[in-house]
């Protein structure tokens, strides 16, 4: 039986069993004088069946699958002759790639010969008996279960009370999957770039001036010796953020300015909307725009001033990114503008003070913190935007503050060390890991700065 | 204090009255102000031009691709060549040469008729011998077919390639400029609806690149995130909104959501490539571990959407619920969730259409491959809306140019479909109290 029918079995019998507890729950009720001197609904009692039945027989089940492939391997592998086993670990590898493929009747790399086939047909008959009695085990326990809790029903039996708590554990494990999402983002990004940081030192990373991944394929090839000093790529990141926030910060502050203080009604019912549309655009339609429209532009306008200017600059990323940023940087400071109290501004007024003056020397002192926390998280989603700087930045990691140049970035650099096929162990794809984890700690950073920074300042003024 | 007094006493009896001094600064300071007004003006209004410049470069760059050139040339369905037990096996594109030089007899030399032949498609055979499978009964007839023509071909007829740039420095040699016209001449050439932009997967010659299959790896890749992201950010919002006692623990959880939310979406990919790939062992490139990848990604603004939503269900209505003997479960289920329905479908359909958008998580997990065959399942190697259009971006064909940005108006039509729905959910569902 293949684990999907067995799943949709499983789930059937649980369906089932929901209606014979139901029933036995009735029946009980009829026994003692109708159904309402149980403990709870007649429902409760079948949901109760039905967790029972269902629950731990689909725990058994994922856990069985989970770990069936590996259990498997290792017995097929205990099972092969003597020299292959003395392999290399990326050799051996590499024929159990072949044996699964031939047992899942895919195109096999390497040559087949007796060894292998005798290998995949002992997989298959493995895989067959642990199917087997995978189907056997949770099956049983399900019927087990039902039978158990069926016989159990009684007017005494708080089917409600264990229901909901069954309910809330659910609740509460979805609630963890937020911190099982954090602790799993640090330990496999660590993990990696420990592994890293092993092959490269780690203060070498941080401050090396040179960097050029490149691995050499051969030993004797030229050029390609594998620099692994980040600082120009650090550069080219904070010049295209630096240029993204010389955009978005005016642009979107004053926006937000005039769309809280000045706008009519009106006019605020389209802008604002219109900003949203800004946010919503995918970031892969912005790096296409920057690509092919912006970057031309900027090297066409710059030859006409007679300005070297590279056809993948700093400028035309960061522009664009810029204007990806501003609708952030605006709906977050519009808020904290907000949150100012009318009466600051009433003050001001009754001073004699002009609105503009209001703005400048109440509203905006007040509103401080919380703008410098907008303007934190927008800086931490420069940082860590992709798309844009893929498409119209480029590879080459120079060292210039020169916003017409070439530069890199850290997300760059993680997309072109991990697209394609790559060793798993060799140090240039754990570099995007070591710089994976930067860009989490640096980001992480700045957003618990930002936000707490916010939320002191809204309690403030609450 | 004292001296202030004095001061004050003095200026008053030396100097012109406060209100002058106020009215001679008074020009100055509306100056300023209208200036400060003008700037905040000035920023919505440049923020709103890059909107309309966006749109209008997209618009005007891809509104050529929902067209394509298409060749009628008059195919004999040689019934030498066909055997009607296996037509897929002809030599259809001997057919399609036949026809070309039976048009134009006089090419000769093997450059020459490269050239020519070079006119139509070379997935235009694919369309013959799916005529021929469909309808046997052709084969042995001389049929008119519309075929569609090289992208080159097509880039031409749209005006994109410059009749008058010499010879070299065009895609396009001479002979073929005038082969086209001549054709163009007797309405041989032709531009059609683009039928093969949406029913096709992707291809390596942009007039046969279609994006439906990288609409329907999307859509698997949602399916996988609705199913998965929808209940357990919604269960989430409930226990932390509702059942969640005030601790350091669930406070851990509202900060490490909030900070989630903030986390650059690259690094979720990282994670997906490091524990589903690496550590599960999950097969590349599929929708099932995209979809997985964006769940993570977008639970954070479906758990905070629904918590508002929640939120905002008054008391009064718990109150009553508890009153009546309802359980504190039974509050929940039967009537809070429900009144704020609207609220977290509208939270979710914006994670959704955010989860459309996402690239670089994708990037990262390899559905960045080149896939031809239309994804059949879950576990199909496919790509997605926006990778595919990464991956034309980067393609150095022009006809890929205007397929891009066709492309991008597809996706953003169906951000705009989503986002319309939230907010029209919202206005009509939405209940104040």
Redesign the interface.
């Known amino acids: 039986m293949s684990p999907f029918t067995l799943f949709i079995l499983l789930l059937g019998l649980s369906a089932a069993a929901y209606f014979v507890g139901r029933r036995k729950a009735f029946a009980v009720g009829r026994k003692i004088g109708g159904v309402n001197r149980m403990h709870s609904l007649p429902t409760y009692y079948g949901v109760l069946t039905a967790l029972w039945c269902g629950i731990p027989a689909l725990l058994i089940f994922s856990c069985w699958l989970?770990f069936e492939?590996n259990v498997i391997t290792s017995l097929v592998i205990a099972q092969l002759p003597e020299e292959i086993r003395s392999l290399p670990p990326n050799r051996l590898g590499l024929i159990i790639n072949d044996i699964t493929n031939l047992v899942h009747g895919n195109i096999v790399g390497g040559e087949v010969n007796r060894v292998i086939e005798q290998a995949a047909e002992h997989y298959r008959g493995l895989k067959a008996i642990s199917h087997a009695a995978l189907a056997t085990v949770t099956l049983s326990l399900a019927i087990l279960a039902v039978i158990l809790v069926q016989s159990r029903i009684s007017p005494r039996l708080r089917a409600?009370n264990r229901v909901?708590q069954v309910?809330?554990m659910?609740?509460?494990a979805?609630?963890?999957?937020?911190?099982v999402?954090?602790l799993?983002?640090v330990l496999?990004?660590l993990?990696?770039a420990i592994r890293f940081f092993r092959a490269v030192p780690i203060s070498e990373f941080l401050f090396g001036l040179n960097w050029s991944p490149q691995l050499a394929i051969r030993a004797d090839q030229v050029g390609s010796s594998g620099a692994f000093g980040a600082v120009p790529v650090f550069i080219g990141t904070l010049l295209i953020s630096l240029i993204a926030m010389l955009v978005a910060v005016?642009?979107?502050?004053?926006?937000a300015?005039?769309?809280s203080?000045?706008?009519h009604k009106r006019?605020r019912d389209v802008?604002k909307p219109?900003?949203e549309?800004?946010a919503?655009?995918?970031?892969?339609?912005?790096?296409?725009?920057a690509?092919?429209?912006v970057a031309p532009l900027i090297r066409d306008t710059g030859g006409l001033l007679g300005l070297a200017v590279a056809s993948e600059s700093a400028l035309a990323a960061g522009l664009v990114m810029g204007?990806m940023i501003?609708?952030f940087v605006?709906s977050l400071s519009d808020d904290v503008i907000n949150a100012v109290p009318q009466a600051l501004r009433d003050g001001a007024y009754a001073l004699?003070a002009?609105?503009?003056?209001t703005?400048?020397q109440v509203v905006l002192p007040a509103a401080l913190p919380g703008i410098v926390g907008s303007i934190l998280?927008a800086v931490?989603?420069a940082?860590?935007?992709?798309?844009i700087v893929?498409?119209a930045a480029g590879l080459a990691a120079n060292m210039t503050f020169n916003p017409l140049q070439t530069v890199t970035t850290v997300?760059v650099q993680?997309?072109t060390l991990?697209?394609g096929d790559q060793e798993?162990d060799s140090p240039k794809t754990l570099a995007?890991?070591a710089l994976?984890l930067l860009?989490?700690v640096v980001?992480?950073g700045l957003?618990?700065i930002a936000?707490y920074v916010v939320r002191k300042y809204k309690e403030q003024y609450e | 204090m004292s001296s202030i007094h004095s001061t004050m006493t003095l200026a008053s009896v030396t100097r012109p009255p406060t209100v002058d001094l106020?009215k001679s600064g008074l020009k100055r300071?509306?100056r300023?102000?209208r200036?400060?007004?003008s700037?905040?003006?000035?920023?919505?209004i440049?923020?709103?031009l890059?909107?309309a410049f966006?749109f209008f470069?997209?618009v005007s760059?891809g509104y050529t691709a929902f067209q394509q050139t298409f060749i009628r040339l008059p195919i004999h369905f040689d019934p030498a060549e066909i055997d009607p037990t296996n037509p897929a096996a002809a030599n259809y594109d001997g057919m399609i040469r036949q026809a070309l030089l039976k048009r134009f007899p006089t090419v000769e030399g093997r450059n020459a008729r490269r050239d020519l032949f070079a006119l139509v498609s070379p997935g235009a055979s694919f369309q013959l011998s799916a005529m021929a499978r469909q309808d046997p009964s052709v084969i042995g007839r001389t049929v008119e077919v519309w075929l569609p023509a090289n992208d080159d071909i097509d880039m031409l007829v749209k005006g994109q390639i410059d009749r008058d740039l010499p010879e070299t420095e065009r895609r396009l040699n001479n002979d073929q400029l005038e082969w086209v016209r001549s054709l163009q001449a007797e309405n041989m050439i032709e531009k059609h609806f683009n039928r093969i932009f949406f029913t096709a997967g992707d291809s390596r010659e942009p007039e046969l690149a279609g994006i439906w299959g990288a609409a329907v790896g999307s859509f698997y890749t949602l399916l996988v995130t609705l199913v998965l992201s929808f209940?357990?950010?919604v269960?989430?919002a409930?226990?932390?909104q509702e059942?969640?006692p005030k601790n350091t623990w669930t406070d851990?959880?509202e900060?490490?959501?909030?900070?989630?939310a903030?986390?650059?979406?690259?690094?979720?990919g990282?994670?997906g490539?490091?524990?589903f790939l690496?550590?599960?062992?999950l097969p590349r490139s599929t929708p099932l571990v995209g979809g997985l990848v964006l769940t993570?990604m977008t639970?954070?603004t479906i758990?905070i959407a629904s918590r508002v939503a929640l939120g905002a269900v008054p008391p009064s209505i718990r109150e009553a619920a508890l009153g009546v003997g309802a359980?504190?479960?039974q509050v929940v289920l039967h009537h809070v969730l429900p009144l704020a329905l609207p609220g977290v479908l509208t939270g979710a359909i914006i994670g959704m259409?955010?989860a459309?958008?996402?690239?670089?998580p994708l990037?990262?997990i390899g559905m960045?491959a080149f896939i031809v065959d239309i994804p059949k399942g879950l576990t199909d190697p496919a790509t997605a809306l926006?990778?595919q259009?990464?991956l034309w971006?980067?393609s150095p064909e022009r006809g890929f140019?205007e397929r891009?940005?066709a492309a991008?108006m597809v996706?953003?039509a169906f951000?705009i479909v989503m986002?319309a729905t939230a907010i029209f959910l919202r206005r009509r569902f939405e209940r104040r109290w």
């Open positions: 989970m492939s409600r909901e309910f809330q659910v609740l509460i979805c609630s963890c999957i937020a911190i999402t954090t799993s983002i496999s990004v993990f990696e005016p642009i979107g502050l004053m926006a300015i005039y769309l203080e000045y706008a006019v802008a219109l900003l549309i800004l919503g655009i995918p970031t892969v339609v912005y790096g296409f725009f690509a092919l429209m204007v501003i609708p605006s004699g002009t609105q503009s003056e703005i400048k998280l931490s989603r940082i860590g935007e992709t798309m893929v498409m997300t993680i997309v991990l697209i798993f995007a890991f994976g860009l989490f980001t992480l957003n618990i936000l | 106020v300071r509306y300023a102000e200036r400060f007004r700037y905040g003006m000035a920023a919505v440049m923020s709103v890059f909107l966006l470069s997209i760059k209940p357990i950010g269960a989430a409930v226990y932390l059942f969640a851990i959880i900060v490490n959501i909030n900070n989630l903030a986390v650059p979406s690259i690094i979720f990282l994670l490539l490091a524990v690496n550590f599960f062992g993570l639970l954070p758990i359980s504190k479960t259409a955010r459309l958008g996402e690239t670089a990037l990262m960045v926006p990778v259009i990464f971006a980067d140019v891009t940005s991008i996706l953003l951000l986002n």
